[in-house]
């Protein structure tokens, strides 16, 4: 689950130019691990630190709620499992996977404490990924959701918080079609996206849609394969899901943003009044029921 701050208040402020030369540099070294460890130990933006219960989560919650099976898939979970630990109280099962293996226990053990703290659950302590099954959490990566070879019809309900905007627009669409069949009929989406530019959470001298000055030629300098941001628009998503045979049942815009002075391309998007759009959600239906 990658995480998108609303402010950055409390985090390291790094200037975006700077942060995109380390992930340019990360990508030719294949320094992953070292981009983990730095999220983790220097930039702090993969520690687990909330008082309350995310909005994020309650809203995937009431969605969850409205499927009989509650057979859940996660794409995108992310080091902690954070969400998927809260989820596990109104989940049948999960099934929670990442294209690269990303699951730390330290970072999933912290975030069953604090959830047992602020809800009174008492979630058992997170070791191993062994630990999750008493939860019935299964955690797969790799794996690539848009081949998954999962079994169809397996699950009521898939979730994705904060993880569509890092995958390029063919990907996702395949994905979305992928999800068409591993979904019961009737089956839902429920789906939160970040529409803004990334960079801009660890840089506030820049503006929330900084990257829309750019055209796509021009961005691709600064678009790498470890901070990768499609930069779609929340008309594009529901484009997306109507493409790929879903019912969207609903869908909201949850922030807004000024446009940048100059937009580098003539982009006929612009004319769509969700186009200033920072952050959406929607809740899709698979038909057949």
Known sequence: MAHAPSDTGGLMRIPWKLKSLVFAILDATH???????????????????????????????SVIELSPGKRLLEFGAGKSLVQNLYLSQVCRSQTVVDIVPLFDR????????????????????????ADLAALNISYIAPLDVARSALPDNAFDVCVSTNTMEHIPEAQLGAILVELRRILVPGGLVSAIIDYSDHYSHTDPSIGRLNFLR?????????????????R?????????????????????????????????????????????????????????R
Do not use: M
Not at 38 to 45: D, E, F, I, S
Not at 111 to 122: E, K, L, M, P, V
Not at 266 to 275: A, E
């Open 31 to 61: 320094a992953g691990g070292l981009l983990a460890w730095l999220q983790k130990h220097v930039t702090r933006r993969s520690r687990v630190a909330f008082s309350t219960l995310s909005p994020d989560w309650l809203f995937h919650e």
């Open 232 to 288: 779609l628009r929340h008309h594009d998503y529901e484009r997306l899901f109507r493409d790929a045979g879903f019912v969207v049942e609903r869908d909201e815009v949850l922030g807004w943003a000024e446009l940048p002075d100059a937009i580098s391309c003539d982009d006929p998007r612009r004319r769509d009044p969700t186009f200033a759009a920072t952050a959406g959600r929607f809740v899709a239906r698979s038909p057949g």
């Open 214 to 230: 750019f055209s796509d030629a021009e961005f691709r300098r600064f678009n790498h394969r470890s901070h990768f941001q499609n």
């Open 106 to 129: 330290q970072l999933a053990n912290e975030a069953a404490q604090r959830i047992s703290y602020i809800t009174g659950r008492d979630l058992p302590p997170i070791t191993s990924l």
